[in-house]
T-cell receptor
Framework: GAGVSQSPSNKVTEKGKDVELRCDPI?????LYWYRQRLGQGLEFLIY????????KSGLPSDRFSAERTGESVSTLTIQRTQQEDSAVYLC??????????????FGQGTRLTVV | KNQVEQSPQSLIILEGKNCTLQ??????????LRWYKQDTGRGPVSLTI?????NTKSNGRYTATLDADTKQSSLHITASQLSDSASYIC????????????FGKGTMLLVSP
């Protein structure tokens, strides 16, 4: 696609429910990043994919959070048993990650998650 | 571990004034550094890129500097406008076979009329 696409754009869920957030990166981008941004706060790193593998998942806050990427394209971030503190905007970014290729990260518009 | 630290965390200035945002990094091996602007409710967008050999680069009223020896970068905004109100994020790329990006937490700038 022309840009990074995230869905849904907004999600309201009840505490304790599971949610799945989706990111479609720019075609050909091998690197994919998930970030969380609470209201008025900076970006909080969650996980980084290089292709289908995740060399760095150190930012996942608990075992309720997991992410996968298949076919070097779509990635899903799953939050199980959601808590109110999970409420935030979840941003996805993708970039080329090979040698001297342009490493500019392109961001999606984010998924605004509200846990009530 | 690769890290990017930005300061100040937030800043309020009057319209028309200048300001400078700072970025310190410990990223190796360094490839390049980008400044991004994130408007409220939007994803960040790249403003400028600095490579190892570049000391300064301008994009309109935005001027970025890089000191690769001290591992510091700054973003200077001249004659600020209300539309400059945003979060400014410093992102450093490392390249050890493939590139990885390390993001700062950003500086939130509010330009007041």
């Amino acid at each position: 696609g022309a840009g990074v696409s995230q869905s849904p754009s907004n999600k309201v869920t009840e505490k304790g429910k599971d949610v799945e957030l989706r990111c479609d990166p720019i075609s050909g981008h091998t690197a994919l990043y998930w970030y969380r941004q609470r209201l008025g706060q900076g970006l909080e790193f969650l996980i980084y994919f290089q292709g289908n593998s995740a060399p760095d998942k150190s930012g996942l806050p608990s075992d309720r959070f997991s992410a996968e990427r298949t076919g070097e394209s779509v990635s899903t971030l799953t939050i199980q048993r959601t808590q109110q503190e999970d409420s935030a905007v979840y941003l996805c970014a993708s970039s080329f990650a090979g040698g001297r290729m342009n490493t500019e990260a392109f961001f999606g518009q984010g998924t605004r998650l509200t846990v009530v | 571990k690769n890290q990017v630290e930005q300061s100040p965390q937030s800043l309020i200035i009057l319209e028309g004034k200048n300001c400078t945002l700072q970025c310190n990094y410990t990223v190796s091996p360094f490839s390049n550094l980008r400044w991004y602007k994130q408007d409220t409710g939007r994803g960040p967008v790249s403003l400028t890129i600095m490579t190892f050999s570049e000391n300064t680069k301008s994009n309109g009223r935005y001027t970025a500097t890089l000191d690769a020896d001290t591992k510091q970068s700054s973003l200077h905004i001249t004659a600020s406008q209300l539309s400059d109100s945003a979060s400014y994020i410093c992102v450093v790329s490392a390249n050890s076979g493939y590139s990885t990006l390390t993001f700062g937490k950003g500086t939130m700038l509010l330009v007041s009329p």
